[in-house]
């Protein structure tokens, strides 16, 4: 507590993060806010950049995305790349702010640079479909890739598309599959989708109704507005389907069971 009464701004963050997460003290959101404003008011870049995450997520009761713009704002003129690539997917998105996909490129690209990998995913995104940059989709896969090696399931979800579809790239279902399983482990729902449909189609492996109706209704408990819906939709008619087959199979090898009998 001397540093934080000392008003050293390091600790007043750390003492800020303790109230946050309640820990050796209770969980208190509003005294942590009070800490981060104060370590801002001394310079503190991650403190500005939480209390603008605060203000983002509703911690304190109400979201408000146009407050948590500006505090992104003084986040990244202090240097925080956290705040530029926040700052730069709100501008993409017009959250709090109205939509400029020029302005978000700068602040993504610096993040970027600074391999963060959200930073890349937003701004591969930008390159993909030429927003605020001109449409280059060589530098779109090199940006997914680059996130890729950091783990992150979005960008492996939307190379896998790309690989699914050519564009950009060959055509290749094997490669597609891929980066869908390794998206699956880190629980990203629409890639547990696609390794469904890709079972259920045969897509860079055999065909396997049963595995794709598991995959189906994995991605259904999942409880993602994007796939839980169409995964449960999609699980129930491959199963009526399935076990309509096995019906129909069953009552024509009965028949031959039958004409079998009556030749004896």
């Known amino acids: 507590m001397d540093g934080v009464d000392r008003g050293n701004p390091d600790n007043i963050y750390f003492y800020g993060l303790l109230k946050l997460y309640g ?3 209770i969980r208190d959101v509003h005294g942590a806010a009070q800490q981060f404003l104060r370590a801002s008011s001394l310079g503190h870049k991650d403190a500005t950049t939480g209390y603008g995450v605060m203000l983002l997520s509703g911690t304190l009761g109400k979201k408000d995305e146009a407050l948590a713009v500006r505090y992104f704002r003084q986040g990244a003129s202090m240097g925080d ?3 530029h690539w926040l700052l730069g ?10 939509p400029s996909p020029v302005e978000a490129a700068v602040h993504l690209q610096l993040a970027a640079d600074n391999r963060v990998p959200q930073a890349m995913h937003a701004l591969a995104l930008l390159y993909e479909y030429g ?11 090199a940006l997914y890739e680059q996130a890729v090696e950091l783990h992150q399931a979005e960008s492996m979800f939307n190379l896998a598309l790309m690989y699914a579809s050519g564009r950009g790239v060959p055509l290749n279902y094997i490669a597609s599959r891929a980066l869908f399983e390794k998206a699956a482990q880190l629980e990203h729902a ?11 189609y045969g897509y860079g492996c055999d065909v396997n109704y049963e595995q794709a109706i598991h995959w189906f209704e994995r991605a ?19 199963r009526v389907l399935l076990e309509r087959a096995y019906k129909e199979n069953e ?10 009998m009556d030749e004896h």
């Not at 997917?89 to 109205?98: A, W, Y």
């Not at 927003?131 to 896969?141: F, N, R, T, W, Y």
């Open 220 to 238: 259904a408990h999942m409880d993602d507005s994007r796939v839980s819906r169409k995964a449960h939709e999609a699980a129930t008619e491959l």
């Open 89 to 98: 997917t709100m501008l993409m998105e017009g959250r709090g702010v109205p």
């Open 190 to 200: 629409p890639s547990v989708y696609y390794i469904g449909v890709f079972k259920t």
């Open 251 to 260: 009552e024509r090898l009965a028949v031959y069971r039958r004409r079998a």
């Open 81 to 83: 790349m956290n705040s």
């Open 131 to 141: 927003s605020g940059v001109p449409q280059d989709l060589e530098k779109a896969i």
């Open 23 to 25: 820990i050796s003290m």
